[in-house]
C-alpha cells in the first residue's frame, strides 16, 4: 500500500464514499418529497381542471303560451302550475328544431335527442320564465346544461366503447353531439356554475356546484373568527402576561399542547354530543360547525399568539409601567398592538387549517343534501342556523358517488379550496414580511 | 319571556350607566379631574363591565342550568327579571361608588382580568368536555354490551337489528400497521430530509424547499384522501398487487399507510428540523476538529445528541397517524380483518366512528354507542402518545438552553 497524501488509501476512499452516499440519501429524501409535492398536485390539477370547463347546447327554444300560460293573464299561481316535466318537451323541440336548421342527418328519435339536454336544463328555464313572465310567446334563446355524459364524452371521460354499454347514452348520440359541436350548437364554456350553483342529485353531476359548500364555509370561518381570536387572545394574554407560575397554568400549558395535537375526529364527537344532543344546536348548521372548528383552532391560536407576546422586548413593558401605565394599560396600550402582526398571521394560519377540515363535520351531519342556500340569519333557525355544507365536505360527498362525473367535480372542488388557502397563506406570508419587527 | 329584551336592556343601562359614571366623576371632582383617582373614562369603564358581566354570566348560567335540567320552552318570568335586576344593580352600584378616592382603573382591570382568566380555562373547558362527551355514552354502551368483548373479541360486524359483535382488535390491528408503514415511510424520510436542510443544503436550495413542504403540509387531508382514492390506490393495484397476486383492491394498508407517509413529512421534518438546529454548533466543531466527516459527525454526534427529541417527533408523528380520518376513510376501505397482507383492504378506529356516527343513528343502540367507545380510546391513546412526547421534547429542550 502506497502511503501518499496525493491518493487516498482504502480507509479514506471508504469514508468518503460513505460520506457521498449519506449525502445521497439526504438528497433522495428530499426529492421523494417533491416528486410526492408534484404528483398530488399535477393528479389534482389534471382531474380537476374539467369541471371548469361544461358543455352548453345554445338553442331557441320555443315558449308557447298554450302550453305554459293556460289563463293567458300571467297568473302566477296558474302559470307555476307547469312543472320541470312539462317543460322538458320545448327544450327538446327547440334542439329538433335548430338540428333540423343546421341541416343535420340522425337517426335518433326525437326523445333521444332531447337525452342530449341536461334534466336540469328544464328548470333553469322555468325559473328564468317565472321570473320573467312576458318572455312567454316568442322563443327565446337559452345557453342549456348538456347531459353528462356528452360532457365526459368532450372531456375524454366516455369513450364510444363505453358508450355503447352505457344505458344512458349511445354511440349514436355521441356522434350527433360530435356534429352539433362541429355546428356550434354545442359549445364548452368556462363554468361560472360550478362555483354558484347548488349540489345536484345522483343523476346530475353536470349541474352539481359549490356555491352552497361556499357559503357554508365562509359563515363557518365568521364563527371561527368571532369566536377563536377573542377567547385565544384573551386566554394568551393571561397566560403569558399575568398567570402566575404554579400548578394551575403549568395544567393549562399542557392541556393546550395536548389540545393542539387531540385527533380532529375528537372534536367531532365533541360536537355531536355536546353541541347537538346536549344543547340542541341545530344540527348541519353552520354555528355548530364554526363552534367545532373553533375550538379546534384554539390552541393554534393560542401558541402563536404566546409567541408573538413573548417576541415584544420587555422593555416596551418596563417603559410603560415606569410613566404610571397600569400592568394592563401596558399590554393593551403597547404590548398587544406590537404583537398583532404575529397574532393575525398565527389566526390566518389557523383559520386556513380550519378551513380544510373535513372530518369534524362529517360527524355534526354536515354531509347532508343541502340544495337551498343558507341564510345568515333567519327568525326560525337563529344566527347561521340552516343546514349547510362545507367545502371539504361536499368534497368527500361526491367522491361518494357512483357517477365518476362526481370524481372530476371532487377534485375541481379541491383546486377551489387549495385557491382559496394559497390566497390566505399568502396574505399570512405578506403580513409577516410586511410588518414583521426584529427588536 | 326570551332573552331578548333582556339583552338590549343589559346594552343600553351599559350606555346609560358610562355616561352617568363619567358625568358624575366630572361633577365629583368639581370640574377638575386632577382631584379623582382615576380618569372619568376609566369609571365609565368600570361602570360598563359591571353592567355587563355578571347578567351576561347568568344568561349563560341559566341556559345551561336549563339544559341540564332538560327545562323546555320558555324562561319563566323571574329569570330575565332577575337577570334585569343583576344589571340594574351594576348600574346603580357602579354609579354610586365614583368618588374623588375611588379607584375605577383597579376595580375594571380587575373585571378585565376575570374575563382573561375565563378565556384561559375555556381550553381546561374543551378537555373536560372532550371526556365528559365521550364518558358518558361509553359508559351506556358498556351497560349494553360487555366489555371483556370490545377489548378482546377479534370480530367486528355490526348489526342494527341487534347481536353484533364489537371487537376493537381488527380495528386496533387495521389503525397500527397503517401507522407502522406510514411511519415507516415519513421517519427516514423527513427526517434525511431535515437533517440535509439544516447540514447540507445550501441557502438557494433551502429557498426552494423549504416553502415547498410547508405547501405539503398545509394541503388538507381530505386532498390526500382523494389523492389516495383516485391515483395511488389503482396505481398500486395495477403495478404492484395484482402481478404480484396479493389481491385486486384498490383501497389497501399500503395506500392509505404510503398517502398518509407523504403526510407525515413535513410533520416529522420541521419537528427534526427544529431540534437538529438546537444541538450546539460547539459540538459539531469538536467532531469535525478531531478528523471526522461531516457524516460522521452527523451520525454520532449530532443526531445522537438530538435523539430524545427526534423520538418524541416520532411519537407526535405517531399520535397524529392513530388519529388521521379522511385517508383512511377514502383509502384504507371499510372491512375490518386481520392480516398480514398490505395490499388488503383494512379498516381503523377512526373510520368506524365515522361510519357508525354519520347517516341514521339511534343514540340507545350499542351499533351508535360504540363510537363512543372508540373515539374515548382513541383519545386515551393519543393522549399517552401526545404527553409522553411534550415531555421528552421539553426535557430535552431544557437539556441544551
Same mark, same amino acid.
Given at each position: 500500500m502506497?502511503?501518499?497524501?496525493?491518493?487516498?488509501?482504502?480507509?479514506?476512499?471508504?469514508?468518503?464514499?460513505?460520506?457521498?452516499?449519506?449525502? =445521497?440519501?439526504?438528497?433522495?429524501?428530499?426529492?421523494?418529497?417533491?416528486?410526492?409535492?408534484?404528483?398530488?398536485?399535477?393528479?389534482?390539477?389534471?382531474?380537476?381542471?374539467?369541471?371548469?370547463?361544461?358543455?352548453?347546447?345554445?338553442v331557441?327554444?320555443?315558449?308557447?303560451?298554450?302550453?305554459?300560460?293556460?289563463?293567458?293573464?300571467?297568473?302566477?299561481?296558474?302559470?307555476?302550475k307547469?312543472?320541470t316535466?312539462?317543460?322538458?318537451?320545448?327544450?327538446?323541440?327547440?334542439?329538433?328544431?335548430?338540428?333540423?336548421?343546421?341541416?343535420?342527418?340522425?337517426?335518433?328519435?326525437?326523445?333521444?335527442?332531447?337525452?342530449?339536454?341536461?334534466?336540469e336544463?328544464?328548470?333553469?328555464?322555468?325559473?328564468?320564465?317565472?321570473?320573467?313572465?312576458?318572455?312567454?310567446?316568442?322563443?327565446e334563446?337559452?345557453?342549456?346544461?348538456?347531459?353528462?355524459?356528452?360532457?365526459?364524452?368532450?372531456?375524454?371521460?366516455?369513450?364510444m366503447?363505453?358508450?355503447?354499454?352505457?344505458?344512458?347514452?349511445?354511440?349514436?348520440?355521441?356522434?350527433l353531439?360530435?356534429?352539433?359541436?362541429?355546428?356550434?350548437?354545442?359549445?364548452?364554456?368556462?363554468?361560472?356554475?360550478?362555483?354558484?350553483?347548488?349540489?345536484? *342529485?345522483?343523476?346530475?353531476?353536470?349541474?352539481?356546484?359549490?356555491?352552497?359548500?361556499?357559503?357554508?364555509?365562509?359563515?363557518?370561518?365568521?364563527v371561527?373568527?368571532?369566536?377563536?381570536?377573542?377567547?385565544?387572545?384573551a386566554?394568551?394574554?393571561?397566560?403569558?402576561?399575568?398567570?402566575?407560575?404554579?400548578?394551575?397554568?403549568?395544567?393549562?400549558?399542557?392541556?393546550?399542547?395536548?389540545?393542539?395535537?387531540?385527533?380532529?375526529?375528537?372534536?367531532?364527537?365533541?360536537?355531536?354530543?355536546?353541541?347537538?344532543?346536549?344543547?340542541?344546536?341545530?344540527?348541519?348548521?353552520?354555528?355548530?360547525?364554526g363552534?367545532?372548528?373553533?375550538?379546534?383552532?384554539?390552541?393554534?391560536?393560542?401558541?402563536?399568539?404566546?409567541?408573538?407576546l413573548?417576541?415584544?422586548?420587555?422593555?416596551?413593558?418596563?417603559?410603560?409601567?415606569?410613566?404610571?401605565?397600569?400592568k394592563?394599560?401596558?399590554?393593551?396600550?403597547?404590548v398587544?398592538?406590537?404583537?398583532?402582526?404575529?397574532?393575525l398571521?398565527?389566526?390566518?394560519?389557523?383559520? =386556513?387549517?380550519?378551513?380544510?377540515?373535513?372530518?369534524?363535520?362529517?360527524?355534526?351531519?354536515?354531509?347532508?343534501?343541502?340544495?337551498?342556500?343558507?341564510?345568515?340569519? *333567519?327568525?326560525?333557525?337563529?344566527?347561521?342556523?340552516?343546514?349547510?355544507?362545507?367545502?371539504?365536505?361536499?368534497?368527500?360527498?361526491?367522491?361518494?358517488?357512483?357517477?365518476?362525473?362526481?370524481?372530476?367535480?371532487?377534485q375541481?372542488?379541491i383546486?377551489?379550496?387549495?385557491?382559496?388557502?394559497l390566497?390566505?397563506?399568502?396574505?399570512a406570508?405578506?403580513l409577516?414580511?410586511?410588518?414583521?419587527?426584529?427588536? | 319571556?326570551?332573552?331578548?329584551?333582556?339583552?338590549?336592556?343589559?346594552?343600553?343601562?351599559?350606555? /346609560?350607566?358610562?355616561?352617568? &359614571?363619567?358625568r358624575?366623576?366630572?361633577?365629583?371632582?368639581?370640574?377638575?379631574?386632577?382631584?379623582?383617582?382615576?380618569?372619568?373614562?376609566?369609571?365609565?369603564?368600570?361602570?360598563?363591565l359591571?353592567t355587563?358581566?355578571?347578567?351576561?354570566?347568568?344568561?349563560?348560567?341559566?341556559?345551561?342550568? &336549563?339544559?341540564?335540567?332538560?327545562?323546555?320552552?320558555?324562561?319563566?318570568?323571574?329569570?330575565?327579571?332577575?337577570?334585569?335586576?343583576?344589571?340594574?344593580?351594576?348600574? %346603580?352600584?357602579?354609579? %354610586?361608588?365614583?368618588?374623588?378616592?375611588?379607584?375605577?382603573?383597579?376595580?375594571?382591570?380587575?373585571?378585565?382580568?376575570?374575563?382573561?382568566?375565563?378565556? #384561559?380555562?375555556?381550553?381546561?373547558?374543551?378537555?373536560?368536555?372532550?371526556?365528559?362527551?365521550?364518558? @358518558?355514552?361509553?359508559?351506556? @354502551?358498556?351497560?349494553?354490551?360487555?366489555?371483556?368483548?370490545?377489548?378482546?373479541?377479534?370480530?367486528?360486524?355490526?348489526?342494527f337489528?341487534?347481536?353484533?359483535?364489537?371487537?376493537?382488535?381488527?380495528?386496533?390491528?387495521g389503525?397500527? +400497521?397503517?401507522s407502522?408503514?406510514?411511519?415507516?415511510?415519513?421517519v427516514?424520510?423527513?427526517?434525511?430530509? &431535515?437533517? +440535509?436542510? #439544516?447540514?447540507?443544503?445550501?441557502?438557494?436550495?433551502?429557498?426552494?424547499?423549504?416553502?415547498?413542504?410547508?405547501?405539503?403540509?398545509?394541503?388538507?387531508?381530505?386532498?390526500?384522501?382523494?389523492?389516495?382514492?383516485?391515483?395511488?390506490?389503482? @396505481?398500486?393495484?395495477? +403495478?404492484?398487487?395484482q402481478?404480484?397476486?396479493?389481491?385486486? !383492491?384498490? #383501497?389497501?394498508?399500503m395506500?392509505?399507510?404510503?398517502?398518509?407517509?407523504?403526510m407525515l413529512?413535513?410533520? /416529522?421534518? #420541521?419537528?427534526?428540523?427544529?431540534?437538529?438546529?438546537?444541538?450546539?454548533?460547539?459540538?459539531?466543531?469538536?467532531?469535525?476538529?478531531?478528523?471526522?466527516?461531516?457524516?460522521?459527525t452527523?451520525?454520532?454526534?449530532?443526531?445522537?445528541?438530538?435523539?430524545?427529541?427526534?423520538?418524541?417527533?416520532?411519537?407526535?408523528?405517531?399520535?397524529?397517524?392513530?388519529?388521521?380520518?379522511?385517508?383512511?376513510?377514502?383509502?384504507?376501505?371499510?372491512?375490518?380483518?386481520?392480516?398480514?397482507?398490505?395490499?388488503?383492504?383494512?379498516?381503523?378506529?377512526? /373510520?368506524?366512528?365515522?361510519?357508525?356516527?354519520?347517516?341514521?343513528?339511534d343514540? &340507545? !343502540?350499542?351499533?351508535?354507542?360504540?363510537?363512543?367507545?372508540?373515539?374515548?380510546?382513541?383519545?386515551?391513546?393519543?393522549?399517552?402518545?401526545?404527553?409522553?412526547?411534550?415531555?421528552?421534547?421539553?426535557?430535552?429542550?431544557?437539556?441544551?438552553?
Amino acid at each position: 500500500m502506497t502511503k501518499s497524501l496525493y491518493s487516498a488509501d482504502a480507509r479514506t476512499k471508504r469514508r468518503n464514499a460513505a460520506e457521498r452516499r449519506f449525502k =445521497a440519501y439526504g438528497a433522495a429524501a428530499i426529492g421523494i418529497a417533491m416528486v410526492a409535492l408534484v404528483i398530488l398536485l399535477t393528479s389534482v390539477v389534471t382531474q380537476g381542471i374539467g369541471a371548469f370547463r361544461q358543455t352548453y347546447i345554445t338553442v331557441d327554444v320555443p315558449l308557447p303560451e298554450a302550453k305554459l300560460d293556460k289563463s293567458g293573464t300571467r297568473d302566477m299561481a296558474v302559470m307555476s302550475k307547469v312543472t320541470t316535466i312539462g317543460y322538458a318537451p320545448l327544450l327538446r323541440d327547440g334542439l329538433v328544431n335548430a338540428i333540423a336548421e343546421a341541416g343535420i342527418q340522425t337517426d335518433l328519435s326525437e326523445k333521444e335527442i332531447g337525452d342530449l339536454i341536461s334534466k336540469e336544463a328544464a328548470a333553469t328555464v322555468r325559473n328564468r320564465v317565472l321570473a320573467h313572465p312576458d318572455l312567454i310567446g316568442q322563443p327565446e334563446r337559452f345557453s342549456l346544461l348538456a347531459d353528462g355524459r356528452i360532457d365526459g364524452y368532450f372531456k375524454g371521460r366516455v369513450t364510444m366503447a363505453s358508450a355503447a354499454l352505457d344505458q344512458n347514452t349511445s354511440p349514436e348520440k355521441l356522434d350527433l353531439a360530435d356534429k352539433l359541436r362541429d355546428a356550434g350548437i354545442m359549445q364548452i364554456k368556462f363554468n361560472w356554475a360550478f362555483l354558484t350553483a347548488p349540489d345536484a *342529485s345522483d343523476q346530475r353531476p353536470e349541474a352539481a356546484g359549490l356555491g352552497v359548500a361556499i357559503l357554508g364555509s365562509l359563515y363557518m370561518m365568521i364563527v371561527v373568527l368571532v369566536l377563536a381570536l377573542p377567547i385565544g387572545v384573551a386566554a394568551s394574554i393571561y397566560l403569558e402576561e399575568f398567570a402566575p407560575k404554579n400548578r394551575w397554568t403549568d395544567v393549562i400549558e399542557v392541556n393546550i399542547a395536548n389540545l393542539a395535537a387531540v385527533p380532529s375526529i375528537v372534536y367531532g364527537i365533541l360536537g355531536l354530543a355536546i353541541f347537538i344532543n346536549f344543547m340542541q344546536f341545530n344540527q348541519s348548521s353552520p354555528l355548530v360547525g364554526g363552534m367545532v372548528l373553533a375550538l379546534m383552532t384554539l390552541p393554534t391560536i393560542i401558541i402563536s399568539t404566546r409567541a408573538a407576546l413573548k417576541a415584544v422586548p420587555p422593555s416596551i413593558r418596563d417603559a410603560a409601567l415606569g410613566v404610571g401605565a397600569s400592568k394592563m394599560q401596558s399590554v393593551f396600550h403597547h404590548v398587544l398592538p406590537l404583537a398583532a402582526p404575529g397574532i393575525l398571521t398565527g389566526t390566518i394560519i389557523g383559520l =386556513a387549517q380550519a378551513l380544510g377540515e373535513t372530518a369534524p363535520l362529517l360527524l355534526i351531519g354536515m354531509v347532508a343534501f343541502v340544495r337551498d342556500y343558507p341564510e345568515a340569519y *333567519s327568525s326560525a333557525t337563529g344566527l347561521f342556523g340552516d343546514p349547510s355544507t362545507a367545502l371539504p365536505v361536499q368534497i368527500y360527498n361526491w367522491t361518494q358517488r357512483a357517477d365518476p362525473a362526481f370524481v372530476e367535480r371532487a377534485q375541481g372542488a379541491i383546486i377551489t379550496l387549495l385557491v382559496f388557502l394559497l390566497i390566505m397563506n399568502t396574505v399570512a406570508i405578506v403580513l409577516r414580511r410586511r410588518f414583521e419587527r426584529r427588536w | 319571556m326570551s332573552l331578548t329584551l333582556p339583552l338590549l336592556v343589559i346594552i343600553v343601562l351599559a350606555i /346609560v350607566g358610562s355616561f352617568l &359614571a363619567r358625568r358624575r366623576a366630572l361633577s365629583v371632582s368639581g370640574g377638575d379631574i386632577r382631584h379623582l383617582a382615576s380618569l372619568p373614562k376609566q369609571h365609565g369603564l368600570n361602570a360598563i363591565l359591571s353592567t355587563v358581566v355578571p347578567p351576561l354570566l347568568a344568561i349563560i348560567a341559566w341556559l345551561m342550568a &336549563a339544559r341540564i335540567m332538560e327545562y323546555r320552552g320558555a324562561a319563566p318570568l323571574w329569570v330575565p327579571l332577575a337577570i334585569m335586576a343583576l344589571a340594574v344593580a351594576g348600574v %346603580v352600584l357602579s354609579v %354610586v361608588k365614583v368618588s374623588n378616592t375611588f379607584r375605577a382603573r383597579t376595580a375594571s382591570e380587575t373585571w378585565i382580568k376575570g374575563l382573561l382568566i375565563g378565556a #384561559s380555562t375555556i381550553a381546561i373547558l374543551t378537555t373536560v368536555g372532550i371526556v365528559f362527551s365521550m364518558l @358518558f355514552e361509553t359508559i351506556s @354502551f358498556f351497560r349494553q354490551y360487555p366489555w371483556t368483548e370490545f377489548f378482546f373479541s377479534t370480530n367486528w360486524s355490526p348489526n342494527f337489528r341487534g347481536n353484533s359483535d364489537l371487537g376493537i382488535i381488527p380495528l386496533l390491528w387495521g389503525t397500527l +400497521y397503517i401507522s407502522f408503514i406510514a411511519l415507516a415511510f415519513a421517519v427516514p424520510t423527513g427526517l434525511f430530509a &431535515a437533517i +440535509y436542510l #439544516s447540514e447540507y443544503a445550501g441557502p438557494r436550495i433551502r429557498g426552494i424547499v423549504k416553502p415547498a413542504i410547508e405547501i405539503l403540509a398545509g394541503i388538507p387531508t381530505i386532498v390526500y384522501g382523494l389523492f389516495a382514492l383516485t391515483t395511488v390506490g389503482p @396505481f398500486l393495484r395495477d +403495478y404492484f398487487a395484482q402481478p404480484m397476486g396479493f389481491g385486486d !383492491s384498490a #383501497s389497501s394498508v399500503m395506500t392509505a399507510g404510503l398517502v398518509m407517509g407523504i403526510m407525515l413529512i413535513p410533520f /416529522v421534518s #420541521s419537528l427534526s428540523d427544529d431540534i437538529i438546529n438546537a444541538v450546539p454548533q460547539s459540538m459539531r466543531d469538536g467532531s469535525l476538529g478531531l478528523g471526522a466527516t461531516k457524516s460522521e459527525t452527523i451520525r454520532q454526534v449530532v443526531v445522537p445528541a438530538a435523539l430524545p427529541g427526534i423520538v418524541g417527533a416520532v411519537l407526535l408523528a405517531a399520535s397524529r397517524a392513530i388519529g388521521e380520518t379522511m385517508i383512511v376513510v377514502l383509502g384504507a376501505g371499510a372491512a375490518a380483518r386481520i392480516s398480514l397482507n398490505p395490499f388488503e383492504a383494512m379498516t381503523t378506529v377512526t /373510520v368506524k366512528i365515522v361510519s357508525q356516527l354519520t347517516g341514521d343513528t339511534d343514540f &340507545a !343502540s350499542p351499533e351508535t354507542l360504540v363510537a363512543f367507545a372508540l373515539g374515548l380510546t382513541l383519545f386515551v391513546i393519543t393522549l399517552g402518545l401526545n404527553v409522553l412526547a411534550l415531555y421528552i421534547v421539553r426535557r430535552y429542550r431544557e437539556q441544551y438552553e
